[in-house]
């Protein structure tokens, strides 16, 4: 009996993970080479793509830039296996102020972007950008400070101006292609990892020849293929090993109580300044477009909570 209860516990979770990668759009896929020190890792987002575009009109150009910073994010969160987040930020001068992109460690993404006036239909990064700059950020639950490394905006695409930032700051030779049209995004990664003196020139030999064989890849490949078919097209003569895949999804963590937490670090004053003159505190979610509203009655009762906290030291909130 002991025996029975003990193995339906276990094979619960199993079917229940099997369950999720099998309905789910959204995937990330690791794999590595057998014969060679690379590690690779494909991506495609589909639903979480949709939930993105169904919450804002953005114009073409920034729903490919934004698309292709979506999958990045996915394929640099697995990368750095972290208990916390990443963020991609392009910041610029141009008519693209900022395009932002979350990805994690719960498998979670978000995204927007912000700009200004209408954009050419095939306007690429550049024009977009201008003179931008990427920013990774890497929260790390419970850590102090995050990491952030920035990179300037490279030639006109996400992928190229990724490359370089791991080529000054990683020095491993990192290959990445992304691809995001109207409906889902896809992305490939590859990366050399370290080796040792003996074994460098080898490692050049496999890198070279592998990037190569990556390099055929199409955007129509990418966009369409499924990951098993990809990989064989690409690497039938080499051994490749994958990874149980990961199921990703769309969520956003604002809630009306991080609002009112963010009213009350406004201050009584100013909070009550903007009530009196607009009749009330609306604020909206970058993220997801969801649209929080608080009245007078309300304020109010933030300001009254935080005395009442205030005045009870033994509670932590
Ligand atoms: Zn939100």
Redesign the pocket.
Same mark, same amino acid.
């Given at each position: 009996m002991g025996r029975t209860l003990l193995s339906g516990l276990f094979y619960c979770p199993v079917i229940f993970i099997q369950w999720v990668l099998i309905v789910s759009s959204d995937l990330l896929q690791r794999f590595l080479f057998d014969n060679a020190a690379i590690r690779g890792e494909w991506v495609s987002l589909q639903e979480s793509w949709q939930e993105v575009l169904n919450r804002r009109d953005y114009p073409a150009p920034i729903r490919r830039a934004l698309g292709e910073m979506m999958g990045a994010a996915a394929l640099l969160t697995a990368t750095v296996k972290i208990d916390g987040r990443l963020v991609l930020q392009i910041r610029s001068q141009g008519p693209v102020s900022l395009m932002m992109v979350e990805c994690t460690s719960d498998n979670t993404l978000?995204a927007f972007a912000q700009w200004d006036g209408e954009l050419p239909e095939q306007a690429g990064l550049s024009s977009l950008t201008g003179e931008g700059t990427l920013a990774i950020t890497i929260e790390v639950a419970g850590a102090k400070n995050p990491y952030q490394g920035v990179v300037n905006v490279q030639g006109d695409s996400i992928a190229e101006t990724l490359e370089s930032y791991f080529e000054r700051s990683e020095q491993l030779a990192t290959r990445i292609w992304l691809c995001a049209n109207d409906h889902n995004v896809s992305g490939l990664f590859l990366q050399q990892l370290p080796s040792d003196e003996e074994g460098k020139e080898k490692a050049e030999e496999d890198w070279s020849r592998i990037s190569q064989l990556a390099a055929t890849i199409t955007d129509e490949e990418l966009l369409t293929l499924e990951v098993e078919t990809l990989l064989h097209r690409l690497f039938h003569e080499e051994e490749v090993r994958l990874f149980d895949p990961t199921a990703l999804a769309f969520a @956003?963590? @604002?809630s009306r109580e991080r609002v009112a937490e963010t009213i009350s670090m406004l201050g009584q004053e100013e909070a009550e300044d903007i009530i009196d003159a607009e009749g009330g505190i609306e604020v909206a @979610? =970058?993220?997801?477009? =969801?649209h929080y509203h608080f009245d007078k009655v309300d304020v109010a009762e933030i300001f009254t909570d935080n005395i009442a906290s205030e005045g009870d030291p033994g509670t932590l909130h």
């Open positions: 978000r @956003c963590t @604002c @979610c =970058e993220f997801c477009n =969801e």
